[in-house]
């Protein structure tokens, strides 16, 4: 039986999908890239805000009209939002034949045997995760997994430190081929952010072993990946469930010391928690990108604490001095939220003089609206909410025009690019400032006989499109 995966939403559902893939294909299942040619298409979802929601429904829809026109037998939701809403989901989605939670991940492969058989699952009912411990891909019979082109490593997503060490195992298996490669470091979050309802679907933080997190870079590496993109709801947080707060510090150096790891990039720091030893370990380890992926949120102290966070303009710039002041080059991005409940024009205001005096390399924004289940759900203080789209949109080409002020900061920088992609000759990458898919990437221009997807090529940057880089190489630059 063939399936395929269908993936949506963040770098973290990638690494899911991957290791929902290798159970499946240890489990006997082929794997297909088009839905059209799989007997079931398994939609991993997004339901972290209303666009990415909607995107998850429209892509439910799309395959289950595949069930009409072509081969596929089934269509299955999982995912955080079959997570996160469950049978309401179902029975506001009867195309799908099924709407599975992260409990259903350790018997996949049975479960979509039954239902292609015809039996159709119960849908969970939504239980708020942060009561339990995280769940992820494991597997009870880890006899079964040892398949070629498959990770097997002890899994403590699920079990917290204390798992033994022959306890259940987590399997992956890469559904790309990109010398990129989004590696798990924790599952869950502890923070109580009032608008933020992912800790009630992904559960409580839970650290993954440095050994397994080792191990598994160490898989990517014979897999064809030079760089590593830490991946985790709060990269700041790991080690604290393991009794070292510092543990990501020591783990660093480990991961770039990997023998075909190239380059090591951490994801989502939070900046209250983002300590001067941290900074120092991400730009200063060789082999470890000084790329800061710090979410503001916003700048004004009042809205912060609203929003259950810490901080203020003037911390906020303290930490970007320091991060500068050893890598002046650094990519910083962050995301902020507008409109949210109480912001005062002087409120509105603080944001966009901290976004001037910040300088980010890329700032995503988004429009505050009520999240399902959320403390901000309940707050006073609502904004009309075209109000809150006229102030996104302000912010909005504020940050493109200082975004675009920063790349242009670059215009004779040294930049070392690793080569992604080469379509009728144009040479396409990214530089260590630029994460995947989000930062934008470099051109590369010039001396380029020879270059090869994988190759981390210096060259200087001659022209900016927006937050994009166009860079010349020289002659042979290339590792």
């Known amino acids: 039986m063939s399936v395929a995966m269908v993936t949506l939403g963040c770098a973290r559902n990638e690494v899911d999908s991957e290791e929902l893939a290798g159970r499946l294909a240890a489990d006997g299942f082929r794997l297909v890239d088009d839905p059209e040619d799989a007997d079931t298409v398994v939609v991993n979802t997004c339901g972290f805000v209303e666009s990415a929601k909607k995107d998850s429904v429209d892509t439910l829809l799309e395959a289950a009209d595949l069930k009409e026109s072509g081969r596929p037998q089934a269509v299955v939701a999982v995912g955080c939002m079959a997570e996160r809403y469950g049978k309401d989901l179902a029975e506001s989605l009867p195309e799908a034949d099924a709407v599975l939670g992260f409990d259903d991940y350790p018997d996949i492969a049975d479960k979509l045997r039954a239902i292609l058989a015809g039996e159709r699952p119960h849908p969970h009912t939504p239980r708020d995760r942060r009561k339990l411990l995280p769940i992820s891909p494991t597997d009870r019979d880890a006899s079964r997994l040892s398949v070629p082109g498959h990770l097997e490593v002890a899994s403590t997503d699920d079990l917290g430190s204390h798992a033994p060490a022959s306890g259940p195992r987590a399997v992956r298996r890469r559904l790309g081929s990109g010398p990129t490669a989004p590696l798990k470091l924790a599952s869950g979050c502890d923070r109580r952010c009032t608008f933020c309802a992912i800790p009630a679907f992904r559960g409580a933080f839970v650290s993954r072993r440095p050994s397994d997190v080792l191990q598994e870079a160490r898989w990517l590496a014979t897999e064809g990946v030079r760089e590593v993109f830490l991946v985790s709801e709060n990269s700041t947080s790991y080690g604290k469930d393991l009794g070292d707060l510092r543990l990501l510090e020591t783990l660093l150096p480990e991961l770039a010391a990997i023998d075909g790891i190239d380059r090591v990039r951490v994801s989502y720091l939070q900046p209250a928690e983002t300590r001067p030893g941290l900074i120092q370990a991400i730009a200063q380890t060789p082999g470890v990108v000084p790329y800061f992926d710090l979410s503001f949120q916003h700048a004004s102290a009042t809205v ?24 002046p080059e650094a990519g910083i991005r962050s995301n902020v939220i507008v409109g949210f409940p109480g912001e005062t024009a002087e409120e509105f205001q603080a944001l966009c003089d901290f976004l001037v005096a910040a300088r980010l390399d890329v700032t995503g924004v988004f429009g505050y609206s009520d999240e399902d289940g959320t403390e901000a759900e309940r707050l006073d203080g609502k904004l009309d909410p075209e109000l809150v789209a006229e102030r996104a949109a302000l912010v909005t080409d504020l940050v493109e025009q200082l975004n675009t002020q920063r790349a242009e900061e670059r215009l004779g920088e040294q930049v070392n690019v690793l080569v992604e992609a080469i379509e009728d000759g144009l040479v396409e990458g990214r530089a260590e400032h630029q994460g995947p898919e989000v930062d934008g990437t470099t051109e590369l221009v010039g001396a380029l006989e020879g270059v090869r997807v994988g190759d981390i090529v210096t060259a200087t940057v001659t022209e900016t499109q927006g937050v994009d880089l166009v860079a010349a190489v020289a002659g042979e630059e290339r590792a």
């Open 304 to 327: 912060l604490r609203r929003m259950k966070r810490f901080g203020d303009p003037e911390s906020f710039l303290a930490l970007l001095a320091q991060i500068r002041a050893l890598r």
